[in-house]
């Protein structure tokens, strides 16, 4: 049995199907059954992390896809601990590129403790550390929708993103096969594509012009927490991961075409696959 957390996130999402058609059993968890959705082919299990009893929510898992909401280091390594009482042998731990850059921004530094607690757990392991997700741009969706504009930090760096099914499809075949134990995985697109570069196939896709707008970091902070709803803990967090990363995320590493024995999915094919999501709203 593989027990996946964050099942209803971007990874997530992706990988509890993707486990499942590869003839796995799994367990996912969330808060709220009734209101998540997940493949119906997956034993859904309700908990939350902080309060539950981890050894007897994990019981019974032999592998362990281990992803928690804010990238807690405190919340990951009782999981790992949890999970080697409970007899897993093989822990997999979504992470991020910036540990392999040394990064010292909070949301890297959480996941470098992380990956810390996960090595010294018990089980076989397993990092993958992502770059930036594809799915980010969903961001870009309302003002796409009601205003044919993108609205980006100024000095936003090119991006060598990621397709989530990209990294769903290599922690699938981490968690189902032995030939990955004690490795890590650095894992980003194939290519490093400007936002400008990402607007113009996006534009290109839909099929109408889409302006570009770079704006100071003081208004895009406001956006995030008034558009999005971002706390102002978490805008300061990712303004302080994009200081640190701005000089890496062009980086291409070709795991992806290692590992899965194919090319990484590019962004045009992400455009092309959520075109409906960001489809004009006439009148605004």
């Not at 550390?129 to 980006?152: C, H, K, L, Q, T």
Request: hydrophobic letters at 45%; a negative charge; aromatic letters at 8%.
């Amino acid at each position: 049995m593989i027990f996946v957390l964050g099942a209803t996130g971007k990874v997530g999402r992706a990988l509890v199907p993707a486990l499942l058609d590869a003839g796995a059993a799994v367990r996912a968890l969330t808060r709220d059954p009734a209101k998540a959705r997940i493949d119906p082919r997956a034993e859904v299990v309700q908990g939350d992390l902080d309060t539950a009893d981890l050894p007897a929510l994990l019981d019974g898992s032999d592998r362990v896809f281990v992803l928690t909401q804010g990238h807690s280091a405190d919340r990951e390594a009782a999981v790992a601990r949890a999970a080697a009482r409970a007899g897993a042998t093989h822990l997999v731990k979504l992470s991020t590129t910036g540990v392999h850059f040394g990064q010292t921004d909070p949301i890297t530094r959480a996941h470098a403790e992380a990956e810390q607690a996960i090595r010294e757990a018990g089980p076989a392991w397993t990092i993958l550390r992502p770059g930036a997700f594809m799915d980010n741009r969903f961001a870009w969706r309302d003002s796409i929708r009601e205003e044919n504009a993108v609205y980006v930090p100024e000095g936003d760096p090119a991006s060598a993103l990621i397709h989530v099914r990209d990294i769903a499809a290599v922690a699938t075949l981490a968690l189902t096969t032995a030939d990955h134990e004690g490795a890590t995985y650095e894992l980003t697109g194939g290519e490093a594509l400007t936002t400008a570069e990402q607007v113009a196939i996006l534009s290109d896709v839909l099929g109408r012009p889409i302006e570009f707008v770079a704006e100071p970091q003081s208004a895009a902070s406001e956006r995030m927490m008034r558009k999005y709803g971002w706390p102002a803990d978490a805008v300061d967090g990712f303004f302080a991961l994009k200081r640190e990363s701005a000089e890496r995320e062009h980086v291409v590493f070709g795991t992806v075409e290692r590992v899965l024995g194919r090319p990484p999915l590019n962004f045009a094919e992400w455009a092309r696959e959520n075109a409906a999501a960001f489809a004009y709203h006439y009148g605004g």
